[in-house]
């Protein structure tokens, strides 16, 4: 069974304090691993794609990086508008349809 | 591009009423989903769609009903409400995965539902 993992649960951080976050997987068949934002009452917002162990995207203060188990969203000198929940999720194709698995995310707060 | 649109914003049901919760996009995806999230749970896949005609169940299907005509809008059917379908529906659409890539999903406003 695929699973997705994300930790922290929660992080509060200072204005310009860098961090990461991070997404544990196992699944049968890696298709994909995808990183969402997702703003309080708003849907996830697509960040980043993720298809191979070290791959790397990068955009604005967020890096997200890949490896066999896991995936890591690195975020530098961030900024109160950078608070969010970010959502990991993994994807495999089952007969022909692509499922995604999501992690329950992590509660990113920043203060200024 | 509107990208995905949800209708309605919030709903408030009783127990035993019947309601459809819509869903359209204007990308020429073939894929289409809905999703819902609860506090603890994360995002769970309740039906999932792969072109007009074709519709299929996630993890979480009991209670809700799918059907898609057009490739712009997949509708999900409450049948009966129940308190437990309490929670907030996303609905997302993609291009379909093929061979060894899925394609990201992009999401809509989501609906929040409270059933009483």
């Known amino acids: 069974e695929d699973q997705v993992t994300q930790s922290p649960e929660a992080l509060r951080l200072q204005e310009g304090e860098s961090s990461s976050l991070n997404c544990s997987y196992t699944?049968?068949?890696?298709?994909?691993l995808f990183w969402y934002r997702q703003d309080p009452g708003k849907g996830p917002e697509f960040l980043f794609t993720?298809?191979?162990a070290g791959e790397e995207k990068e955009k604005e203060r967020l890096k997200a990086t890949l490896t066999k188990k896991e995936s890591f969203l690195h975020i530098t000198a961030p900024k109160p508008e950078d608070s969010a929940t970010y959502l990991c999720a993994v994807a495999s194709i089952i007969q022909g349809a692509q499922k995604l698995v999501f992690g329950q995310g992590t509660r990113l707060t920043i203060n200024p | 591009n509107a990208g995905v649109t949800q209708t309605p914003k919030f709903q408030v049901l009783k127990t035993g009423q019947s309601m459809t919760l819509q869903c359209a996009q204007d990308m020429n995806h073939e894929y289409m989903s809905w999703y819902r999230q609860d506090p603890g749970m994360g995002l769970r896949l309740i039906h999932y769609?792969?072109?007009?005609?074709?519709?299929d169940q996630g993890e979480v299907p009991n209670g809700y009903n799918v059907s898609r005509s057009t490739t712009e809008d997949f509708p999900l059917r409450l049948l009966s409400a129940a308190p437990s379908q309490t929670s907030v529906y996303f609905c997302?659409?993609?291009?379909?995965?093929?061979?060894?890539?899925?394609?990201?999903?992009?999401f809509g406003p989501g609906t929040r539902l409270t059933v009483t």
């Open positions: 699944v049968s068949g890696l298709r994909g």
């Open positions: 997302a659409s993609s291009h379909l995965g093929q061979g060894e890539r899925g394609y990201e999903q992009y």
């Open positions: 993720l298809y191979s």
């Open positions: 769609s792969v072109g007009a005609g074709i519709t």
